[in-house]
């Protein structure tokens, strides 16, 4: 279990259970307990105010070493590598490697991995990632676990992973037995990356700017409702480009369902058509006049009264 | 030029749903059909092929393959080829791209083979990487464009908020972008006068056991989350956002 619970210091406040997405912990006789399905996320870690909940991964398990191979700052799995380089301790290294010719990217790493005896490597499941991967597992005759929300090693050395399937509809939770294990990780949240450079042959032209994705493979959506105010309907919009979101009229949802990591709904009552549609988001924060609005129960986070007012202050407050 | 396009069947995305009263997912009314983003890679390889004046072969392998190829056949290609196997029924990713690149090499190689970002029942976006691998074939992934100059390639490929273009030589193994190529509606008039072109069944000629990612998966479960439902609470509107935004840093979304 990578997550244990330092009975000494546990003062049974339940901020643990409240923080756990997953169900994966309880609070018995006062005492933190920890479940199997677990999935290593750290929100018991963060929320337990005498630092009780201790990440605890052993760094040999991982078989010597972790590479952690991004593409550029941007691409935000840092906030989960930085805690698996964490609990691995030594031997965690960061490179960055152009993937515009993705063969050599994946030579480039193959050589990395070799030359340090790295036994776990671990790239965004984004962009080039997915097929990076395949490729580095194939070199390395190593195992791959790719497209995971999350991971962690277990004791016996293999990793254990929560992989989305069929658009985010249903989960599943993925094992690979001792030995090399390449992990593309889904990337979380805005985060820079200081890695070292790695040579994967010369850059590639620049021609322009890059079309933007189609909503639904949007990491942060903004919804707006057509019937707002139109100082609320610019501070909405504003708020998309703060967030460096996609905006989409709430009343026209596409057929498929939205799962970004985020996705703010500005004056959305929240049909049971729209609710169904964004069950399988991260987060939902809701922005609205009435608390009893329907969305009220979809959403995470409940910003309630005028919403132009709320808008323009939480366009500041970004 | 000698092109291959290697395409999957899935579970129709649009019918495929979470169960909730059994606790499985449910494909019963999900017919299988051409996976969405190999559409992108069909697109590329026909206008590749109508720019050198050569043709494509059409590849998919396992259970519902006639099913995708007959949609595939809609972009104009010349072979239709499936692949079966009692072993493909459990084969993953590394194990379908073994399957795909026997074929391919059987029937004499390929310059360049193109295929989807994902699918979207797995969405690990893995094959094009074991493709290229046991085609010992270059790889450029994100792909928007793809031209012939000469004996060489030139792609042009999304780099995060660029797009860039790069040379490339031949073999080639290319996954397309999932995004920023226009392809053509796919009319039930066109894909039933595509359904008349000859689907080729072949024989996996491949020694066992395929291979496989050595990854073991459980059990399907419902990604559904329970929500916080929280009323964010403060003196004033100011306060309030200033206390949404500080959760949602804590919780590393913005």
């Known amino acids: ?318 | 030029m000698r092109l291959a396009v290697c395409v999957a069947a899935v579970p129709n995305p649009a019918k495929v749903k979470w169960d909730r009263f059994r606790q499985l997912l449910d494909v019963q009314d999900a017919e299988p059909v051409l996976n969405p983003a190999d559409r992108n890679a069909l697109e590329l390889a026909a206008s590749l092929a109508k720019a050198t004046g050569t043709t494509f072969d059409v590849y998919c392998a396992g259970l519902g393959a006639s099913a995708a190829l007959r949609e595939a056949a809609v972009f104009g290609a010349d072979r239709l080829v499936a692949i079966g196997d009692p072993r493909l029924e459990s084969a993953d990713e590394a194990g379908i791209a073994a399957a795909l690149s026997d074929s391919i090499r059987h029937d004499g190689g390929a310059d360049v083979v193109f295929c989807g970002a994902a699918t979207a029942s797995l969405g690990s976006g893995a094959v094009p990487g074991y493709l290229s691998s046991s085609l010992e074939a270059g790889l450029r992934s994100d792909v928007v464009d793809v031209r012939a100059e000469g004996d060489a390639l030139s792609v042009v490929l999304i780099d995060g908020p660029s797009l860039v273009r790069s040379d490339a030589a031949t073999p080639l193994v290319i996954a397309a972008a999932r995004y920023g190529i226009q392809v053509r509606a796919v009319s039930p008039i066109l894909l039933m006068r595509a359904s008349k072109k000859p689907i080729e069944e072949v024989l996996l000629d491949y020694p066992a056991p395929l291979p496989s990612t050595g990854a073991t998966d459980g059990p399907l479960e419902s990604n559904r989350k329970r929500r916080l439902n929280e009323t964010v609470d403060g003196p004033d509107v100011t306060a309030r956002a200033i206390t949404l935004v500080s959760a949602l840093r804590e919780r590393q979304l913005v």
């Open chain 1, 1 to 318: 279990m990578p997550v244990t619970v330092d009975l000494e210091k546990c003062i049974g406040s339940r901020d643990c259970l409240n923080a756990c997405a997953f169900n994966a912990i309880d609070v018995i006789d006062g005492k933190a307990v920890i479940y199997e399905n677990c999935v290593d996320c750290d929100a018991c870690v963060r929320a337990c105010p005498t630092h009780a909940i201790i990440s605890a991964t052993p760094a040999e398990a991982a078989g010597g070493a972790i590479l952690v191979v991004d593409f550029a700052e941007r691409s935000g799995i840092n906030p989960i590598v930085d805690r698996t380089a964490r609990r691995a301790n030594a031997n965690a290294a960061g490179v960055r490697v152009d993937p515009t010719d993705a063969g050599a990217a994946s030579t480039a790493i193959i050589q990395e991995a070799q030359t340090n005896e790295t036994g776990l490597i671990v790239l965004p499941h984004d962009g080039a990632g997915s097929a990076v991967a395949a490729r580095v597992a194939a070199g390395l005759n190593a195992a791959l676990l790719s497209g995971c929300s999350d991971f962690t090693v277990d004791d016996a050395g293999g990793v254990r992973a929560t992989r989305l399937r069929y658009g985010g509809i249903v989960k599943t939770s993925s094992r690979t037995g001792p030995g090399k294990t390449v992990v593309t990780l889904v990337p979380r949240g805005p985060a820079q990356f200081a890695g070292r450079p790695l040579d994967a042959g010369a850059p590639a032209e620049r021609i322009g700017d890059a079309p933007s994705p189609p909503v639904e493979l949007a990491r942060i959506v903004v919804a707006l409702s057509p019937d707002l105010p139109p100082e609320a309907l610019e501070a909405g919009r504003a708020i998309a480009r703060a967030l460096g979101a996609e905006t989409i009229d709430a009343t026209a949802l596409p057929g498929n369902a939205l799962s970004p990591e985020l996705y703010v709904a500005i004056g959305v009552a929240g049909s049971t058509e729209h609710n169904a549609a964004i069950s399988g988001a991260g987060t939902v924060v809701a922005l609205v006049a009435d608390a009893n609005a329907p969305i009220a129960q979809a959403a995470d986070y409940l910003l309630v009264g005028d919403v132009s007012a709320q808008a323009k202050a939480l366009l500041s407050a970004l």
